[in-house]
């Protein structure tokens, strides 16, 4: 199978990574909610790697919370729904589509993540079913279990 890359996709060793660029022509997020800088790997209707960089000028580190900065459990999620919502739209390989968030199961909070870390998301498919797609995601800092959840998302028409 020939496989077509878009700008700021690159395929190493049959795992392609994908830059911001892309992401933002994949995702509808935009800042201050775009929340993965990118994907390392992604292997379709598999498995996806991605990365948020966390840096002290967060906004959500203002006021969460003063003097014990830590980054919301929400947004972790967020983050790890956006890397399943690459992995969905690159895997069922459409356009003009975009991807819904449908629902969470078992999160878990394992540690806090700060300002300064670099959390690694890692994403897997359980299930695929027409436009639905299940996830177990986990997040990483340092090699450490930071957060983790089962998501669901679908594909719709933008």
Known sequence: MTETLTQGQTV????MTIDI????????????F????RILDLDPGKSARGLKNG???EPFFNGHFPGHPIMPGVLIIEAMAQ???VL????????????????I??????????????IEF?????KCRGTIWAFKGEAFVAGTLVAEAELLATIVDK
Not at 88 to 103: C, L
Not at 105 to 118: Q, S, T
């Open 12 to 15: 190493k060793g049959g795992s």
């Open 21 to 32: 660029k892309e992401i933002m022509n994949i995702l509808p997020h935009r800042y201050p």
């Open 34 to 37: 775009l929340l993965i800088d």
């Open 55 to 57: 840096t002290i000028n």
């Open 83 to 85: 890397v399943g919502g």
């Open 88 to 103: 969905a739209f690159k895997s069922a390989d459409v356009t003009n589509k975009v991807v819904y968030f449908m629902g």
């Open 105 to 118: 199961d078992k999160a878990r909070f394992r540690k806090p993540v700060l300002p300064g870390d670099a």
């Open 122 to 126: 890692v994403l897997n498919v359980t």
